[in-house]
């Protein structure tokens, strides 16, 4: 039974580029979460998504960031245009249900380094 | 500012020791759930805490919660090496969708 996954680990992008982050839920799990991490930092959530449907965007930049999760295939997040201050670590979780306090379950991340 | 801050910033103890963090948010919860981060990789979910409980135990893990003081504390008794970690506080108020302190950093040495 495969936890969440995450490609690439590791991504180089120089300013201007795009950047595509791939996160596959547990197998499952219908509920998708993106959380942006800053070196020394906590995680701070950006996006919520079910099959389809985005439910809650509200940590999400609003230029350049734009993140799918479609019926078929992994969930998506796009970065356009790539600055500096992109350069984190893209963590995302899945979930069973949506219900408080169901235990989200973390993948190990892409690290994004914008040069 | 982030919802939960986690106090201190940085901790190293000697292997054998507890370990006490602490975390404080600023409005009301639904629970209160603790993570551990190993340098490089992803969270682990460790022990959650709901708004109507004051304390829970898992192995050497130890959660109180304090809603009047909006605060909560991670014990680790009797730590080893292999606890160094970050460990992070989350708090989850509306959704699903976790709030996340700037975390623990915490050394043992062996």
């Known amino acids: 039974n495969a936890g969440v996954m995450q490609n690439p680990r590791h991504l180089v992008r120089r300013r201007g580029q795009e950047a595509r982050l791939r996160c596959s839920p547990m197998?499952?799990?219908?509920?998708v979460y993106w959380y942006r991490q800053l070196p020394e930092e906590g995680l701070k959530f950006m996006v919520y998504l079910q099959k389809e449907n985005i439910i809650d965007e509200s940590g999400m930049p609003k230029e350049r960031f734009s993140a799918e999760f479609p019926k078929e295939g992994p969930s998506i997040l796009r970065i356009q245009q790539v600055v500096r201050g992109d350069s984190a670590a893209y963590f995302c979780?899945?979930?069973?249900?949506?219900?408080?306090?169901?235990?989200?379950?973390f993948g190990p991340g892409t690290r994004l380094l914008v040069l | 500012s982030q919802q939960g801050e986690e106090d201190p910033q940085a901790l190293s103890i000697q292997e054998g020791e507890n370990a006490t963090m602490n975390c404080s948010y600023k409005t009301s919860i639904n629970n209160l759930q603790w993570y551990r981060q190993n340098s490089g990789r992803g969270l682990v979910h460790l022990i959650l805490i709901r708004s109507n409980e004051r304390e829970k135990h898992s192995g050497r893990l130890r959660v109180t919660l304090d809603t009047s003081k909006k605060s909560s504390s991670l014990l680790i008794t009797a730590s080893r090496a292999a606890d160094t970690a970050s460990y992070f506080c989350a708090t989850n108020n509306a959704g699903n969708m976790l709030t996340f302190g700037g975390g623990t950093r915490l050394m043992v040495k062996p």
């Open positions: 197998k499952g799990h219908s509920h």
């Open positions: 979780a899945s979930s069973l249900l949506d219900r408080q306090g169901e235990t989200q379950y």
